[in-house]
């Protein structure tokens, strides 16, 4: 070949890296009570590192699921084909209990591995996370209904990924779905118009048009209609128990700018059968506890792609020359990098911490059961809000290689929205951490008391602190203001959890930056002074 077709100055593939040693990952995960379980999230780590689980991803992206709805004779049979790979991520995925497993498991800190788990395995693919992430989040609101609980929860938390349309108790494991939004709805569910009608055998028959239902292979959907007492939650099954398909009609796949390994489908309900899950007409307050537990998934998944985005965006600069000297070694792009790092370290610090939370509220700790109402709602809000423009300037890292698709770096840039619109985009968010905030003023006196623990370190989080109380205390006009103010509570949040935890050169180029005003509007723009080597070596990815 001619000299002309040499290449150099190219970075090398990424190839294989552990995913789990990652400090601030370790280090949340043993501080909130689950460093039992660090074998298995390395073991776990060690392989969402691998080029192998990376091209898995790609090519359940580049083969996007399709629609059947007839098979060769004729028949209506509502299936959805997903590329192989797909179904091999779901696999690992439930053989490692990302799923429900956790509901099965009395060891204190059994949520909080599984949040480290699903953050690792989330990183190199992100779509399948969701059946994952809803199946996780049924068992609460299906716990309203003693009785389907003890039928289907055993399945639920089974490690074993039984993919197909059967009965679903005659599965060895089940993957939930929900079923919430209607086209003239959308995050105001009580406006559904899905009616549900009581038969003589005990159950209801279901009629009406879903908007967005994610997964529509889901063993079964909770799902909202409205019953003769009001809004109410219902277990939809796929499969009925004689082996007959539900009048469960999916309509079309949502063709969508991310997640595309995953379905999203418009269902139509036509006398489907259905099963109350709680009380009737009280359907919002039973199923808000599997919309709740989503959300705590929302943040782990931001988390986890920002942390992705650093690990692409330090491999490429460490590797590519400009203007003389690698990028990484260029002042102006060590500040972008330290900023990215910034960002993902505080995500991921808070997402432990919301797990703890979880962890320790399911045990029965009540002052854990405030902080998690209201810790949850602002950082589903904060983190998922930031992924956007963070995975925009690591993509930017790698200059024209980062806009082609083998890099990666476009398909982690399409997902980062999606989970600030999922189940409540932003407005939604900020609105309930204001419900929250009155009615459950203990939820506020929870989150103050962990900001003041973190008090008198450092001078810039004392004086957000002060702006914080001073805020809460006069909340007039507080619905314009809501994103403000949420904004704050994250940020004297995620500085509180670095300033006692992470490494002084994080905490005080955090506070600087986000509470002190030395900083831009953009990435990059951290002040001079700041120990940029301290913050990278920090989030460099291992060998």
Known sequence: MPATHEVFNQAIPLGDYAAAEDPALLEGLRR???????????????AAGTERVRSWGESANAYPP????????????????????????????????????????????????????FFL????????????SMTYAVVPALRHAPELAARYEPLLTSRTYDFGLRP???????????????????????????????????????????WFTSAPMSDFFLTLAQAPEGLSCFLVPRVLPD???????????????????NASAELEYDGAVAHLVGEPGRGVPTIIDMVNSTRLDCVIGSAAGMRAAV??????????????????????????????????????????????????????????????????????????????PHAAEALECLGGNGYVEESGMPRLFRDSPLNSIWEGSGNVAALDVLRAMGRSPESVEAVLAELRAASGFDAYFD??????????????????????????????????????????PVAEAFTASRLGGEWGHVFGTLPGWIDSEAILERARPRR
Not at 334 to 356: F, K, P, Y
Request: glycine share 8%; with cysteine; hydrophobic share 40%.
């Open 32 to 46: 909130e009570g689950a460093g039992w379980a660090e074998a298995e999230v390395r073991e776990v780590g060690d």
């Open 66 to 117: 399709v629609l059947r709805t007839h098979d060769r004779y004729g028949h209506r049979v509502d299936e959805v084909d997903y590329q192989p790979a797909y179904h091999v991520l779901m696999e690992q995925a439930v053989q490692h209990g990302l799923h429900a497993a956790p509901w099965a498991d009395d060891r204190a800190g059994a949520h909080v591995a599984r949040a480290a788990k």
């Open 121 to 132: 395995w989330s990183q190199p693919e992100s779509g399948h996370g969701c059946p994952i």
């Open 168 to 210: 679903p108790l005659s599965k060895r494991g089940l993957i939930a779905g929900m079923s919430m939004t209607e086209k003239q709805g959308g995050s105001d569910v009580r406006a559904n118009t899905t009616r549900a009608v009581p038969t003589a055998e005990g159950h209801h028959l279901l009629t009406g048009h879903k």
């Open 243 to 261: 082996g007959t398909r539900n009048a469960l009609c999916v309509q079309r796949l949502k063709d969508k700018l991310g997640n595309r390994s």
């Open 311 to 388: 690990v692409h965006a330090l491999h490429h600069t460490e590797h590519r020359s400009a203007f003389g000297s690698r990028l990484a070694e260029q002042p102006l792009m060590r500040n972008v990098l330290a900023d990215l790092a910034l960002e993902s370290e505080a995500a991921t610090a808070l997402m432990t911490r919301l797990a703890g939370a979880v962890d320790r509220s399911v045990r029965g700790d009540e002052a854990e059961t405030a902080f998690r109402r209201l810790g949850v709602a602002v950082g589903k809000f904060w983190v998922t809000k930031r992924q956007p």
């Open 463 to 504: 004086a957000a602190l002060r702006r914080l109380e001073q805020t809460l205390s006069d909340l007039g006009e507080a619905e314009s203001r809501a994103r403000s103010v949420v904004e704050l509570m994250a940020l004297t949040l995620q500085a509180s959890l670095l300033l006692r935890y992470a490494p002084t």
